[in-house]
T-cell receptor, first 113, second 115 residues
Framework: GDSVTQMEGPVTLSEEAFLTINCTYT??????LFWYVQYPGEGLQLLLK?????DKGSNKGFEATYRKETTSFHLEKGSVQVSDSAVYFC????????????FGAGTRLAVHP | DVKVTQSSRYLVKRTGEKVFLECVQD?????MFWYRQDPGLGLRLIYF???????EKGDIPEGYSVSREKKERFSLILESASTNQTSMYLC??????????????FGEGSRLTVL
């Protein structure tokens, strides 16, 4: 079945460091891919998305490119801030309607001044 | 802005109690979802609904039921709570095919502890 695998956390970085969070997926067809972020005490919110191969999603300085050949959708940011501390979830949309998403396990990011 | 409201942020219940978790959305979304979130497991889909009175099982429906009597409201029911149902429960909603972004809109979550 469809699945999403994320790198385990926590990831601990200093402010202004470069961030990569790896995400790979298994799916039939060509699913839409998403990154969601969960700040402390809040629900998940959409960070960025890509709907087809080679699409690049971007938002708030974060980027991810849909790589069909490696079935990956790695999240990157050039210079993280303390305010980026959160849990990040990679997700794919299941084919067959109803807009169902399958999520990875989540990666906790802690950024220190 | 879309708002998804979950009735209780924190609940403590005893084993065997019946538990109701309520979720209301204000965007006239067709789809509503209940996930549970556990460390190391991410979000797992319990049930979803694509219309009033319509429901489909997700990946982990055992021990849960749902009710959708009105379009804006989706309830998760634990008929007889057990300690392994201690978790964070997240409600989400979306348009039927996801709209322009395919986005799910989430509530803030309900943290349930079963003693």
């Amino acid at each position: 079945g469809d699945s999403v695998t994320q790198m385990e956390g926590p990831v601990t970085l200093s402010e202004e460091a470069f961030l990569t969070i790896n995400c790979t997926y298994t799916a039939t067809g060509y699913p839409s891919l998403f990154w969601y972020v969960q700040y402390p005490g809040e629900g998940l919110q959409l960070l960025l998305k890509a709907t087809k191969a080679d699409d690049k999603g971007s938002n708030k300085g974060f980027e991810a490119t849909y790589r069909k050949e490696t079935t990956s959708f790695h999240l990157e940011k050039g210079s993280v801030q303390v305010s980026d501390s959160a849990v990040y979830f990679c997700a794919l949309r299941v084919s067959g309607g109803y807009n169902k998403l399958i999520f990875g396990a989540g990666t906790r990011l802690a950024v220190h001044p | 802005d879309v708002k998804v409201t979950q009735s209780s942020r924190y609940l403590v219940k005893r084993t065997g109690e019946k538990v109701f978790l309520e979720c209301v959305q204000d965007m006239d979304h067709e789809n509503m979802f209940w996930y549970r979130q556990d460390p190391g497991l991410g979000l797992r889909l319990i049930y979803f609904s694509y219309d009033v009175k319509m429901k489909e099982k997700g990946d982990i429906p055992e021990g849960y039921s749902v009710s959708r009597e009105k379009k804006e409201r989706f309830s998760l029911i634990l008929e007889s709570a057990s300690t392994n149902q201690t978790s964070m429960y997240l409600c989400a909603s979306s348009w039927a095919t996801g709209g322009n972004t395919g986005e799910l809109f989430f509530g803030e979550g309900s943290r349930l502890t079963v003693l």
